[in-house]
């Protein structure tokens, strides 16, 4: 599966009101993020560090929501998760050759 067959297959479990474009999946995204970043957490907390399988599924289950609604955020927005992800890989390349992989800021 690519990642635009995800995508449109994704889609078709949006049930969101078209007033909330944007909105809607960008407030999802921050919240199954945090989900995700509480469950490291408690990995840290009460198990030292120590990823269990069960805790990797659990994380894995999280990391599919984050996708879900990345996916969601990318078609309200009218652009491919594969040309996002071009792009990124892009912008990554070229801050490796310029040696700007380390520091803060986006335009680096």
Same mark, same amino acid.
Request: aromatic share 6%; glycine share 12%; net charge negative.
């Given at each position: 599966?690519?990642?635009?067959?995800?995508?449109? &297959?994704?889609?078709?479990?949006?049930?969101?009101? &078209?007033?909330? /474009?944007?909105?809607?999946?960008? @407030?999802?995204?921050?919240?199954?993020?945090? &989900?995700?970043?509480?469950?490291?957490?408690?990995?840290? /907390?009460?198990?030292?560090?120590?990823?269990?399988?069960?805790?990797?599924?659990?994380?894995?289950? &999280?990391?599919?929501?984050?996708?879900?609604?990345?996916?969601?955020?990318?078609?309200? @927005?009218?652009?491919?998760?594969?040309?996002?992800?071009?792009?990124?890989?892009?912008?990554?390349?070229?801050?490796?050759?310029?040696?700007?992989?380390?520091?803060?800021?986006?335009? /680096?």
């Amino acid at each position: 599966m690519t990642l635009n067959e995800y995508q449109q &297959e994704a889609q078709k479990t949006a049930l969101y009101p &078209e007033a909330y /474009r944007l909105l809607y999946p960008t @407030l999802g995204l921050a919240g199954e993020a945090g &989900e995700l970043a509480n469950k490291v957490k408690k990995i840290l /907390r009460d198990h030292g560090g120590n990823l269990s399988q069960a805790a990797r599924e659990d994380l894995v289950a &999280e990391l599919g929501d984050v996708l879900w609604y990345v996916a969601q955020l990318a078609t309200d @927005l009218g652009v491919g998760l594969e040309e996002v992800a071009q792009g990124n890989l892009a912008k990554l390349r070229s801050r490796l050759e310029r040696g700007k992989l380390g520091g803060s800021g986006d335009n /680096r």
